[in-house]
């Protein structure tokens, strides 16, 4: 038992029952092998029930023919009264018996309306009683036939009519023959026929078979292409979008495989791009530290205010490293756990507050006034600690590209559904063109004023990280030399992915 449960697992394992190759072929076999099956067998069968049928006319047309002999020589009503029939009549009905019964390899047999087979071409049944259904039925009226294909015989049966019996002129059924025929000559006929059924079914399955296996060759052929393309694309053998227009189904497929593979370019450029971003970063406060340290260095006496200054320089540098590295680390943090989330119900008015009174003496040192305007009371299920990161860069960055004595406004609302917090300011705008790019990696408008400021370009690409986190969006509106608006908005209730 276990070695055939065994045997039919390896077959499913071997046998790709899931390949459209094989389904398409056996499709198309089903399709052109069984009908050319069934229209043979039922021409076949046609053509036996009719050869049946013309040897049945044809038989019964002679039987005819010798009843009406029967009758005319008074046959049955001289046998009954034990009159003697002359002998040529005699003969010649006998002859005519015996010519139809050699013809068709068969037995016919007069049976009287007693019942008594008056003539038996076999000699066996002669003066015997012969009552059968068929019999019967006939001397009714009812012509029977029957074809016995097991025994290879057809039996029928033909009244013998006397229209002069009576006065209607329908005539009477005064006696029966009972005749069989061997099927012999139909057997043979059949057998020719089924040769040249079974020639011309074998040929049919062959061209069949072999147009199956080209056409669901031919039909598959698109499909390994894609294989084919996507395999070499992945080996790096080509580096263009792959091409199989054959079918619309294909060309569905290889245009999504060329979206992904876009898409996959984009992702393997900017991670080069970011790659190349990070290492320069990181490479600028170290070449300045290297200046400085080198040109210290390079005075042999050089005084110690001297050695103070550049290394003031040269701490500020560390810090700029240290912040880049703090920067990054949040950021590998957030790609990696973006699932971590900690989320608890916050008072979101109370949070502002916090985070204002915490940057007021940054803002204080630009005379920038930091303002906050709550329309209602907030409370929402987030990660306070990443709200609080989202809002400290915003409002950090309001504050550090403002203009001296300039503003910034943070306003709270809210829907039965999101809470939205904008942070405008009076400050030096965002060029048009930049808008889009300010929340990339290490992106910023002007590098060296940023620089200055103590920016590293990662604070946007941290807080959209953070925001889509809360599954929020962030806008930037803003017009160049009079200030911009960040607008955050997120679900009131946290939606678990
Ligand atoms: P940075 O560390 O340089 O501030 P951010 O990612 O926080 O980096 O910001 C990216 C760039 O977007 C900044 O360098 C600056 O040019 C621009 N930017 C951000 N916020 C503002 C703002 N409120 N007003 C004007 N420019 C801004």
């Known amino acids: 038992m276990k070695t055939i449960h065994r045997l039919i697992r390896t077959l499913q394992q071997k046998m790709p029952v899931k390949s459209l190759c094989l389904r398409i072929f056996l499709l198309l076999l089903v399709m052109g092998i069984v009908p050319g099956f069934i229209v043979g067998a039922g021409i076949v069968q046609n053509y036996e029930d009719r050869a049946v049928e013309n040897r049945i006319t044809a038989v019964q047309g002679q039987l005819k023919i010798v009843a009406n002999h029967l009758i005319s020589n008074d046959y049955l009503t001289k046998y009954r009264t034990g009159e003697s029939l002359s002998q040529t009549s005699s003969d010649v009905i006998n002859a005519e018996l015996e010519m139809l019964a050699n013809l068709y390899e068969g037995r016919v047999m007069i049976i009287d309306s007693n019942f008594k087979v ?19 039925k006939c001397f009714r009226g009812e012509n029977i036939s029957n074809y016995d294909k097991e025994h290879g015989y ?26 069989s025929i061997s099927n012999s000559s139909i057997v043979t006929m059949m057998e020719v026929l089924n040769r040249r059924v079974l020639i011309i079914e074998t040929l049919l399955a062959v061209v069949v078979v072999t147009l199956a296996i080209v056409t669901s060759i031919m039909m598959t052929r698109p499909f390994n292409r894609i294989t084919e393309a996507i395999k070499d694309v992945k080996d790096g053998y080509r580096d ?45 406060p170290m070449t300045s530290i290297k200046v400085l340290a080198d040109s210290l260095l390079a005075q042999k006496d050089a005084p110690a205010e001297l050695y103070r200054e550049f290394m003031e320089d040269i701490a500020s540098e560390i810090d700029r490293e240290n912040r880049i590295i703090t920067d990054l680390l949040a950021l590998v943090k957030q790609d990696k756990k973006s699932k971590d989330m900690t ?22 040192k ?5 303002v906050f305007e709550s329309m209602r009371a907030v409370t929402a299920e987030v990660d306070e600690v990443k709200l609080t990161l989202i809002l400290t860069n915003l ?19 809210a829907d039965h559904q999101f809470f939205t917090c904008k942070v405008s300011d009076s400050g030096i705008g965002i060029p048009e063109d930049s808008i889009e790019h300010i929340t990339e990696r290490f992106y910023r408008v002007d590098k060296s004023h940023s620089r ?17 986190q809360h599954k929020g969006t962030m806008t930037v509106e803003s017009v160049e030399g009079e200030g911009s608006t960040f607008t955050v908005k997120i679900p009131l209730n946290y939606i678990a992915s």
Do not use: C
């Open 452 to 468: 200055e400021i103590g920016g590293t370009g990662l604070g946007l690409a941290i807080t959209k990280g953070a925001v889509l």
């Open 366 to 370: 630009k005379d920038v006034e930091v």
């Open 240 to 284: 263009e979008s792959i091409s199989v227009p054959d079918y619309v189904e294909t060309i569905h497929i290889v245009d999504a495989f060329n979206q992904l593979l876009k898409r996959m370019r984009t992702l393997d450029e900017s991670r080069q791009e970011f790659v190349a971003n990070v290492s320069h970063e990181l490479k600028t």
């Open 118 to 136: 008056v003539l038996d071409t076999y000699k066996i049944s002669e003066g015997k009683i012969m009552i059968s259904e068929e019999v019967v």
């Open 395 to 413: 409002v950090e960055n309001a504050i550090k590209y403002n203009k001296d004595h300039g503003w910034v406004k943070v306003e709270l609302d």
């Open 154 to 179: 057809i039996e029928m049966t033909t009244p013998i009519m006397d229209t002069t019996a009576n006065t209607t002129g329908n005539g009477v059924v005064s006696g029966v023959m009972l005749t």
């Open 343 to 364: 989320i608890t119900s916050v008072d979101i008015n109370e949070l502002v507050e916090l985070i204002l009174k915490r940057l007021r003496p940054i803002a204080r």
